[in-house]
């Protein structure tokens, strides 16, 4: 079946620790996108990336970094810098341009202790 | 900048009775408007999007929405809504052709009673 996986589903960590998120598609898409959702706020875009190798910031990049050495694949640092990490993170992928219907993950709830 | 307002934090409604999610966006040229469900924890999906054409557009799960520019306005309407339909409605906008970037609302929450 094709779709989109993050990993893990839940994930804790320490203060001060960086912690990197999972998402791989199998669908063949060019665009991927991560986006932090909290409470009352609706879905903010973080980090997108057209193609391989490329990558452009979002709306709220600060204290995130990316990485698109694959197609298939889009992980998300969340470092030190990031002063209010606890979120939920979702990840999507569209054929093409955002035109195209966005595919969403089904998310990952990183907590921060 | 474009924006996308949800005019309801949360929409209480009994099965089987008619609901509308109302959705404003701010912006002086073309838009292409969309609507995503969310169910608890789980990511979101496509319900219907408006591109251009006919201004009434009909998506899953039996829901419509209609574009009304004059209004700035997609309000998204279901006739008899099921238990099922309880989840987190989102309305999102790109106001231009390759700008790569959705902008969503903050969301409505629709709860359906027995």
């Known amino acids: 079946d094709g779709g989109i996986t993050q990993s893990p589903k839940y994930l804790f960590r320490k203060e001060g620790q960086n912690v990197t998120l999972s998402c791989e598609q199998n669908l063949n898409h060019d665009a991927m996108y991560w986006y932090r959702q909290d409470p009352g706020q609706g879905l903010r875009l973080i980090y997108y990336s057209q193609i391989v190798n490329d990558f452009q910031k979002g709306d709220i990049a600060e204290g995130y970094s990316v990485s698109r050495e694959k197609k298939e694949s889009f992980p998300l640092t969340v470092t030190s810098a990031q002063k209010n990490p606890t979120a939920f993170y979702l990840c999507?992928?569209?054929?093409?341009?955002?035109?195209?219907?966005?595919?969403f993950g089904p998310g990952t709830r990183l907590t921060v202790l | 900048a474009q924006s996308v307002t949800q005019l309801d934090s949360q929409v209480p409604v009994f099965e089987e009775a008619p609901v509308e999610l109302r959705c404003n966006y701010s912006?002086?040229?073309?838009?292409?408007l969309f609507w995503y469900v969310q169910y608890p924890n789980q990511g979101l999906q496509l319900l219907l999007k408006y591109l251009s054409g006919s201004t009434l557009v009909k998506g899953i799960n039996g829901f419509e929405a209609e574009f009304n520019k004059s209004q700035t306005s997609f309000h998204l309407r279901k006739p008899s809504v099921h238990i099922s339909d309880t989840a987190e409605y989102f309305c999102?906008?790109?106001?231009?052709?390759?700008?790569?970037?959705?902008?969503f609302g903050k969301g409505t929450k629709l709860t359906v009673n027995p």
């Open positions: 999102a906008v790109i106001t231009e052709w390759g700008s790569e970037k959705l902008v």
């Open positions: 912006s002086s040229v073309s838009v292409y």
């Open positions: 999507a992928s569209s054929i093409r341009l955002a035109l195209d219907e966005q595919f």
